[in-house]
C-alpha cells in the first residue's frame, strides 16, 4: 500500500507546480507579446522593402525609357542617320548599360539602318511590334521571346529560351516629321541586378525571398528558381501560414494602358519568429531547474516546520488511544512564502529607421522624465536642446538622387555620435537632427555659454567631407539652442523654441549657431497672435481675385485664382505673409478647399453664359495640400456639389509636389484625370528633379516662373532656360503657358521661341471677378 506524502512532500511538489505554472504562464504571455512585435516589425520591413523595390524597378524602367527618347531626340537633328557614329553610339549605350541586349535604329520604312554589335543590320523590322508602337509614339512592350535576336545571342544557362522586353521611340525631325524608330531590347535579367542592388544596400539583412510577376501574374524574377505556386494562389493565402509577405505595384504608364506588375516579398514565419523558439526553448530549461530548486528549497525549509506538526498529531493520536476518545486530529500547516517572478515587458526603444537614432516621439519622452525628476528637486537645473539642419541638403537629395541623400544622412547620424559620445542624438525627421547635451549647471546665461559652445565644435565637426559611395561631401549644418527650465517648460515647448533658433539661424548663413531669447520669443508670441487671426479669417476675411490668362490674339482662355486676407484692421495682407503660416500650421488645407469650391461656383455660374462658358480657371495646390489623404475625396465632392465641368477646373501644382512619394503623386493625379481635371506644373524650373519625372505625369501645361520671364531680355540663362522650357513642352505635346509678363517685348520674345499664353500685369492685374476681361 502507497503511503500518503506527507506535510513536507506535499509543500514541495505544491512549489514545484506553482513554479512551473507560473512559468508556463509567463512563458505564453511572452510569446504572444513578443510573437506580435515580431510579426508587425517584420510585416512593416516586408512592405517598405517591397514598395522600395518597385520603386527602384519603376525608376530604373523609366530611366531606360527617358534614355532611349532622349537619343531618339538626339538622332531627329542628324543629319545622316546611317553614319558610322550612330553606329558608335548604340555600342557606346549598350556598353554603359548592359541592362540592353539589343539597341537599334530603324528609317521609316521599318529597315534596320544600325544596331548595337552590328547585329540585324539591314533586317526589315516593319512586322515587329515594338516599330509599329514606337512608329506612333514611346512604346514599352510586355516580355516576349525575340524570334530575330534570340538565336544571335549566347543563350541561358538554364536552356531556357531568351526574354526581352522592348523600348522603342519615334525619330522625328524639328519639323515633326518621322524618319525612323529607335528600338531596344532589354534582358529581362536586369531585374535580378536591381533586386540584389536593392538588398546589398540595406543594413540589416534578412533570409528573405523576392519575386517580380508581369501583368498576367507570370514571373519575371523569383529567388527560388523551383517554385511552382502562382502570384493568385499566394496572394490568396490569407492568412498566412508558412510565409508573411507584402506586396506593392510598380506602375508605369505604356501605350496599351499601365504597366502593373507586382513585387512580392516574403519570409518564412519561422525565420520572423526565431526569437520566439529560441525564448521557448530557453524557458524550458529555466523552468524545471527553477521549480525542482525551489521545491528542493521548500522541502528543506518544510522540515522544520513539518516537525511541530507531526509531533501534535502524534500526540492526539496517543491521547485518543489513551483516553478512548476518538480525536479528528486538523493539523494545521504553516504557509511557505513563495518568490514570484515579476514579468517586465521590455518596449523597444522607438527609433529611425534609417540612422538607428531614437525619433522624435523618444526625444520627448526623455524630455519629459528630465522634467519630472527635476520637479522635485530643491533647485531644478536648467538644460539645453539643440536643433540642427543640414543646409542646403534639399538640393543634394534631388540633385544626386535619394539613394545618396539616405547615404549621407546616416553619415550625419555616425558623425553626431561621434561628437556627442554618451549624449543623447536624434533624428526628428527629415534632415532634421537634435542633441541633448549634458552641460555643466549654473545659470541659464552659463547654460547658454557651454552650449553654445557646444554647438561650435558640433560646426567645426562638419568641416570635414563626408566619404559617401558617390564620392566626398561637405555640408554645413545651421543649429537652433533653446535653454529650458527644466521645471516648467513642456517638451513640445523646448522643441518649438529650438525650432525657432535653427530656422534664424538659417535665415542668416549656413553653419550659424543662434540660440533663443526674448527677441525670438517676442516673434513667437507675434506669429501665435497671427496664426489665432488667420484661423478666426477663415473664410469670413478671404477673397479671390482673378488673373486673367490670354492667347496669342490677347483673347482670355482663363484665369487663375488668387487668395487675398482682408483684414478686418490691417487691410489686405500680403499672400508672402499668411500663406507660409498656412502652410506650417495646415491651415492652407481649409484655405485650399475654400478657394476650390469659389472656382467650381464661379465655373458653373459661367455654364449658362455663352460668352465665358470656354473659361478655364486655375487653383494653385500647395504640397501640403496635395498630398492630404481626404485631397482627391474633397475634389470629388466639390465638383459634386456645385456641378461645374471638371474639364474647365486646372489645377496648378509646384515642382515640390512632385519631389515626394512619386508613385503616390502620380496615382493622386490619376484619380483627379480620371474625372477630367487638367493640371499645370507651376514655376517650372525653379526645382531640380522633375525633369525625370515629367514622363509619369498627365501634365497638361507648364508654366514658365515669372523669374526667368523677367529675366529672359538681358540675361543668357533666364533666355536659355526659356527656351528649352518651350522645346520641351512641344516635344512632350503639352501647353506652355508663361506667367509675370508686363512688357510687350517680352510677349514678342516669347511668342518668337512659340510661347503664346500669357499671364501678367501687360494684359490685366488681379482683379474682381466682375471686372474679368473676355
Known amino acids: ?99 540592353y541586349a539589343w539597341i537599334g535604329l530603324t528609317d521609316a520604312r521599318g529597315h534596320v539602318l544600325a544596331g548595337s554589335g552590328g547585329l540585324l543590320s539591314g533586317v526589315d523590322a516593319s512586322t515587329r511590334p515594338w516599330f509599329l508602337g514606337g512608329a506612333r509614339a514611346e512604346f514599352f512592350g510586355d516580355p516576349h521571346v525575340a524570334k530575330m535576336l534570340g538565336p544571335l545571342l549566347p543563350p541561358e544557362r538554364s536552356g531556357e529560351p531568351l526574354r526581352f522586353f522592348d523600348l522603342a521611340s519615334p525619330v522625328r525631325r524639328p519639323d515633326g516629321t518621322m524618319v525612323g524608330v529607335l528600338g531596344a531590347h532589354l534582358y529581362t535579367g536586369w531585374i535580378r541586378t536591381v533586386v540584389e542592388r536593392t538588398l546589398d544596400s540595406r543594413i540589416e539583412h534578412f533570409p528573405l525571398e523576392v519575386l517580380v510577376a508581369d501583368n498576367t501574374g507570370d514571373w519575371l524574377y523569383k529567388t527560388s528558381p523551383d517554385l511552382s505556386a502562382t502570384l493568385a494562389a499566394l496572394l490568396r493565402e490569407s492568412p498566412p501560414t508558412r510565409y508573411l509577405l507584402s506586396s506593392a505595384k510598380v506602375d508605369l504608364p505604356t501605350e496599351a494602358g499601365k504597366l502593373a506588375w507586382t513585387v512580392l516579398v516574403r519570409e518564412e514565419a519561422s525565420d520572423a519568429l526565431a526569437p520566439v523558439y529560441e525564448n521557448r526553448r530557453q524557458m524550458g530549461i529555466v523552468v524545471p531547474l527553477l521549480a525542482l530548486s525551489l ?80 520637479a522635485v528637486t530643491a533647485s531644478p537645473a536648467p538644460y539645453a536642446v539643440l536643433l540642427l539642419d543640414l543646409d542646403d541638403f534639399h538640393m543634394f537629395n534631388n540633385a544626386r538622387g535619394h539613394e545618396h541623400g539616405d547615404q549621407l544622412l546616416r553619415a550625419v547620424a555616425e558623425r553626431l555620435r561621434q561628437v556627442a559620445g554618451a549624449d543623447t542624438v536624434a533624428r526628428l525627421g527629415s534632415d532634421e537632427f537634435a542633441l541633448l547635451p549634458g552641460l555643466p549647471g549654473g545659470a541659464d546665461e552659463d547654460v547658454a555659454a557651454h552650449a553654445q559652445a557646444y554647438a561650435e565644435r558640433v560646426v567645426a565637426a562638419f568641416a570635414a567631407p563626408f566619404e559617401l559611395p558617390g564620392g566626398a561631401h561637405r555640408c554645413q549644418v545651421s543649429i537652433g539652442i533653446a535653454v529650458v527650465d527644466a521645471a516648467a517648460t513642456l517638451p513640445e515647448v523646448a522643441l518649438t523654441e529650438a525650432e525657432l533658433a535653427m530656422q534664424e539661424a538659417k535665415r542668416l548663413g549656413k553653419g550659424r549657431v543662434v540660440v533663443f531669447d526674448d527677441r525670438l520669443q517676442e516673434g513667437l508670441i507675434a506669429q501665435t497672435r497671427f ?18 490668362q490670354v492667347d496669342r490674339e490677347g483673347r482670355t482662355v482663363g484665369a487663375e485664382l488668387l487668395v487675398r486676407w482682408k483684414h478686418t484692421e490691417q487691410g489686405l495682407v500680403s499672400p508672402a505673409m499668411f500663406i507660409p503660416v498656412a502652410e506650417q500650421t495646415g491651415l492652407i488645407v481649409d484655405i485650399g478647399r475654400w478657394v476650390l469650391e469659389q472656382a467650381c461656383r464661379q465655373l458653373r455660374a459661367w455654364s449658362d453664359d455663352p460668352l465665358r462658358r470656354h473659361l478655364v480657371l486655375a487653383v494653385n ?30 489645377i496648378e501644382l509646384t515642382e515640390s509636389a512632385l519631389a515626394a512619394d512619386v508613385g503616390e503623386v502620380v496615382a493622386r493625379m490619376a484619380a483627379l484625370k480620371s474625372l477630367g481635371v487638367r493640371f499645370s506644373l507651376d514655376d517650372f524650373g525653379t526645382g531640380f528633379s522633375s525633369l525625370g519625372y515629367l514622363q509619369r505625369m498627365p501634365i497638361d501645361q507648364l508654366k514658365i516662373d515669372q523669374s526667368f520671364v523677367r529675366g529672359m531680355l538681358t540675361e543668357n540663362s533666364s533666355a536659355s532656360i526659356v527656351h528649352t522650357v518651350i522645346a520641351l513642352g512641344e516635344s512632350l505635346g503639352v501647353e506652355v503657358i508663361a506667367e509675370g509678363v508686363e512688357t510687350e517685348a517680352q510677349r514678342q520674345a516669347l511668342a518668337e521661341l512659340g510661347c503664346h499664353h500669357y499671364q501678367g500685369y501687360l494684359f490685366a492685374r488681379p482683379v474682381p471677378v466682375e471686372q474679368l476681361p473676355l
Open 295 to 374: 521545491a528542493f528549497a521548500t522541502w528543506l525549509i518544510a522540515g522544520r516546520l513539518a516537525r511541530p506538526v507531526e509531533r501534535v498529531a502524534d500526540a492526539a493520536r496517543r491521547h485518543a488511544a489513551t483516553t478512548g476518545h476518538a480525536l479528528d486530529a486538523h493539523v494545521a500547516g504553516g504557509r511557505d512564502e513563495a518568490r514570484l517572478l515579476d514579468l517586465t515587458l521590455q518596449r523597444l526603444a522607438l527609433r529611425d529607421s534609417l540612422t538607428g537614432l531614437i525619433n522624435r516621439s523618444a526625444l520627448k519622452q526623455r524630455l519629459a522624465l528630465l522634467q519630472r525628476a527635476q
Open 1 to 99: 500500500m502507497l503511503r500518503r506524502p506527507g506535510l513536507r512532500e506535499r509543500l514541495a511538489l505544491a512549489m514545484g507546480a506553482f513554479v512551473v505554472s507560473i512559468g508556463v504562464g509567463l512563458t505564453l504571455l511572452m510569446e504572444w507579446r513578443l510573437a506580435a512585435g515580431l510579426r508587425e516589425s517584420a510585416q512593416q520591413r516586408l512592405e517598405y522593402l517591397a514598395r522600395d523595390l518597385s520603386s527602384r524597378i519603376g525608376e530604373d524602367l523609366r530611366e531606360r525609357r527617358l534614355e532611349v527618347s532622349r537619343l531618339a531626340l538626339v538622332l531627329g537633328s542628324s543629319d545622316v542617320l546611317n553614319s558610322r557614329a550612330v553606329q558608335q553610339t548604340l555600342d557606346g549605350l549598350q556598353t554603359r548599360v548592359p541592362a
Open 531 to 548: 496664426e489665432r487671426a488667420l484661423r478666426a479669417a477663415i473664410p469670413s476675411q478671404l477673397l479671390v481675385l482673378y488673373q486673367p
Open 621 to 650: 495646390v500647395s504640397s501640403r495640400e496635395f498630398g492630404h489623404p481626404g485631397f482627391v475625396d474633397g475634389v470629388r465632392e466639390v465638383l459634386a456639389a456645385t456641378g461645374a465641368d471638371p474639364a474647365r477646373l486646372k
